[in-house]
């Protein structure tokens, strides 16, 4: 396993967030150049997670824990290829709603879930 420092991490983390910012990127999402669309496409995935998050109340009890992280892991799936194949804005926006909804569900339910699979006196260091 390699291990990177957060001082060789920053930069790289810097490098994947300039894509949105590249002139082929802009090419194929030229609105993305207007400062208020770039801000709603990349919170959209946070509104996801919150409607994930709060899908988990009652998807949760139908589904049970596994087959709910199975599901949050499939959305993501599905969202990610949306995002990686998008030809449009629309392709894009749907595919980070899909992708956050599935991280939601996925955030809300695995620690839930870890901390009951796990033995009593070690659930509390295992999910803090």
Same mark, same amino acid.
Not at 47 to 65: H, N, P, Q, V
Not at 75 to 85: K, N, R, S, Y
Not at 94 to 111: H, K, N, Q, Y
């Given at each position: =396993?390699?291990?990177?420092?957060?001082? @060789? *991490?920053?930069?790289? *983390?810097?490098?994947?967030?300039?894509?949105?910012? @590249?002139?082929?990127?802009?090419?194929?999402?030229?609105?993305?150049?207007?400062?208020?669309?770039?801000?709603?496409? #990349?919170? +959209?995935?946070? #509104?996801?997670?919150?409607?994930?998050?709060?899908?988990? =109340?009652?998807?949760?009890?139908?589904?049970?824990?596994?087959? %709910? /992280?199975? /599901?949050? =892991?499939?959305?993501?799936? +599905?969202?990610?290829?949306?995002?990686?194949?998008?030809? $449009?804005?629309?392709?894009? #926006?749907?595919?980070? #709603? +899909?992708?956050?909804?599935?991280?939601?569900?996925?955030?809300?339910?695995?620690? %839930?879930?870890?901390?009951?699979?796990?033995?009593?006196?070690?659930?509390?260091? @295992? /999910? $803090?």
């Amino acid at each position: =396993m390699t291990w990177v420092s957060s001082a @060789e *991490y920053v930069p790289y *983390y810097f490098k994947l967030m300039k894509v949105i910012t @590249e002139d082929s990127f802009l090419d194929v999402f030229p609105k993305m150049r207007n400062p208020g669309i770039l801000g709603i496409v #990349i919170a +959209i995935f946070e #509104i996801g997670c919150l409607m994930g998050a709060l899908s988990c =109340m009652e998807l949760g009890d139908r589904l049970g824990r596994r087959y %709910t /992280v199975v /599901v949050g =892991m499939g959305l993501l799936v +599905i969202g990610g290829v949306l995002q990686a194949a998008a030809y $449009n804005l629309g392709t894009l #926006i749907a595919g980070r #709603i +899909i992708s956050g909804f599935g991280l939601g569900i996925d955030v809300a339910t695995v620690p %839930t879930w870890q901390s009951e699979c796990s033995k009593p006196r070690i659930s509390v260091s @295992e /999910v $803090n």
